[in-house]
């Protein structure tokens, strides 16, 4: 069993900046693609980032691609998502979560998180 704990979300500007960060409670942390995933009300929830267990290999949404940036730190169990240039529609509860392959469906991954709330205003 694998524990992810979200945290770094809050409120902020739009064009403002944030850093979300996700600690795992496994040693075997880089065996695992961590991605992360959001959710608006009333919408489903949306891939947003993912990362190899090497750190090689990321994606991203193309709605996030230029302005986010995931990584990880696997001797610190954990993985970050770099949030810059953000907008309104990036409003959303953040979860990361961990899986066996590099996916970028909600059903790929094994493990979640509880997530952590952004909030962009005007």
């Known amino acids: 069993q694998v524990q992810l704990a979200e945290s770094g979300g809050g409120l902020v500007q739009a064009g403002g900046s944030l850093k979300l960060s996700c600690a795992a409670s496994t040693r075997t942390f880089s065996n695992y693609g961590m991605g992360w995933f959001r959710q608006a009300p009333g919408t489903e929830r949306e891939f947003v980032a993912v990362?190899?267990?090497?750190?090689?290999?990321?994606r991203y949404a193309g709605s996030v691609k230029g302005r986010f940036t995931i990584s990880r730190d696997n001797a610190k169990y954990t993985v970050y998502l770099q949030m810059n240039s953000l907008r309104l529609e990036d409003t959303a509860v953040y979860y990361c979560?961990?899986?066996?392959?590099?996916?970028?469906?909600?059903?790929?991954?094994?493990?979640w998180g509880q997530g952590t709330q952004v909030t962009v205003s005007s």
């Open positions: 990362v190899s267990g090497s750190g090689v290999f990321t």
């Open positions: 979560a961990a899986g066996r392959f590099i996916g970028t469906m909600w059903d790929e991954y094994d493990y």
